[in-house]
């Protein structure tokens, strides 16, 4: 009587250890952030099957004596093992799965700055997107998310309905439908356009603990920082300010030295020379700080010297490129499509610049000691560098033979002269001047970083969001203030690409698929209903 209880309870406690195992292996399979609890389920379901053979060995052993229960187990083993399988690959799908994006310009995936600020992730970011049900857009914001979602199991997200979730609406200070507020490591950014772009800059803004401040040189004749001409400087500021940079405007001739919480130091197309005493201050800031210089052909801002003592040659030239024709853009718009190994470029492979009235920009031979340099970005074989002064000088006297035609359209032709140097041009250089290591600080003591491009005009209003300019400015900023996690391949706006057909395949697209597909579908069955009666 006792044996049999003792094996009566054992019966119980198998079932229980299977059920154990069965509920473990499933939630390791379905769990993506806490998958170790499952297995420690489906072990303590084991080891509980165990311990009830062990209760009842004698009767396990007269059981397995049997012929069908050997048959049984094989059967048995045979179903554990196909569970078992699915379970495993159900595991290994939820943690390696792969997506192919076929779509044009891969745009259903992020972008390698997006997938490199998720990964840095130190904290788990939750999004919560205030969208009412049948709200519009709300698809999209629901595919955005979902992307961010399956790129980093640190970001989640939960959609809200602000007109029954009032109060959590009310505390995160929601005003308007479509607004996503992030969440996470005790901070908050809200979106108002929830699109890749926004919602990683608003990722950048939660990562970083201050606002770095960028200061844009003027009283040179420098374009503006509020301007909304094609040659300011207004989708710039926005750019780097919602990267979490403050932007401001410097006269340092007013200043006795640049402000000590300045992390870049811009000069963006002066027209007029700095004076000396604007020079001394320069100086001293970048024997300990970083500055980015965009010049402009026929204008060095008086730093032309001062540059040269740092290993930065800039060319009294112009850039000429018959490339650029190929883009519906003018010769005087070299195409830049060759990058140096550097920090800020080595993404940009494929992808294409632009720089209106460009002037070359080269290291010399064999820089200062302690200065590292690289060239950034060349102009494309096709391209020469012709002397500015003689080019303006020619260029006015077929602008006076045109009118002297009384406006007749005689066609200018560009082709190098004997003398002038041809392409590949290098119209940007980037240098680092290693400092001595100081505790607490992102980077060494004295260290500078020093980037020149040959032209202003390829990061103002007009050209920014042209081909890759976005990211080759945005990049050299972030490299200067020692922000490298950020320099990458930006998200691109979204544009319509509409389908554009010539007459000949207009017609084509008409007259197959709705008038000469059917007809042979029709001819085809009447020929077999045909041939059927035929047949009887």
Known sequence: ????????????????????????????????????????????????????????????????????????????????AAVALVMFLGALGARHHVRWDLSQGAAHTLSPQTIKVLKGLKAPVKAYAFFKDTQAGRPQAEEELGKYAYASRLFTYRFVNPDQEPGLAKAMKVRNYGTVVLVGGGRE??????????????????????????????????????????????????????????????????SDQVPPDAAVVVMAGPKKPMLPQEMERLSAYWDKGGSVLLLDPGSDGGLGAWLKAKGVELGNDLVIDQASRLAGLSPLAPLASEYGFHDITKMMSGTFCFFPQARSVTLVTTLPEGIKG???????????????????????????????????????????????????????????????????????????????????????????????????????????????????????????????????????????????????????????????????
Not at 59 to 66: C, D, H, N, Q, R
Not at 237 to 252: F, I
Not at 379 to 405: E, I, R, V
Not at 504 to 530: D, M, N, S, T
């Open 1 to 80: 009587m006792e044996g049999m209880k003792q094996h009566h309870a054992a019966k119980w406690l198998a079932l229980l250890g299977l059920l154990v195992m069965a509920c473990g292996g499933l939630f390791y399979a379905v769990s993506i952030r806490h998958g170790g609890w499952g297995l420690i389920g489906a072990g303590a379901g084991l080891f509980i099957v165990l311990l009830a053979a062990l209760v009842a060995r004698d009767a396990v052993g007269v059981f397995f004596a049997k012929r069908s229960a050997r048959l049984g187990l094989g059967s048995g083993v045979a179903i554990i």
């Open 189 to 254: 950014e809200q979106v108002q356009l929830p699109e890749e772009q926004e919602l990683t800059n608003a990722l950048i803004r939660m990562g970083k603990k201050g606002k770095k401040r960028i200061y844009f040189l003027t009283g040179h004749g420098e374009p503006s920082l509020d301007g909304v001409g094609k040659e300011d400087f207004t989708t710039l500021r926005k750019a780097l300010e919602g990267m979490n940079y403050e932007v401001k405007s410097l006269m340092l001739v007013t």
């Open 374 to 536: 690289e060239e950034l970005v060349k102009t494309s074989p096709a391209s020469w560098a012709t002397d500015y002064g003689s080019f303006l000088s020619w260029y006015k006297t077929q602008m006076d033979k045109l009118k002297q035609n009384q406006g007749q359209q005689v066609p200018i032709e560009l082709k190098p002269n004997q003398g002038d140097r041809k392409g590949p041009i290098s119209l940007g250089a980037a240098l680092n001047k290693e400092g001595k290591a100081a505790q607490g600080k992102e980077r060494p003591e004295g260290s500078s970083r020093l980037v020149v491009i040959g032209d202003a005009d390829f990061a103002n209003n007009e050209f920014l969001d042209l081909a890759g300019n976005h990211d080759l400015a945005l990049n050299s900023v972030s490299w200067l203030a020692a922000d490298d996690d950020l320099v990458a391949i930006r998200a691109k706006a979204r544009k319509n690409q509409p389908l554009l057909l010539q007459p000949v395949q207009e017609r084509l697209l008409f007259w197959i698929p709705l008038v000469a597909w059917p007809l042979v579908l029709a001819v085809v069955g009447i020929v077999v209903i045909i041939r059927r009666r035929r047949g009887r």
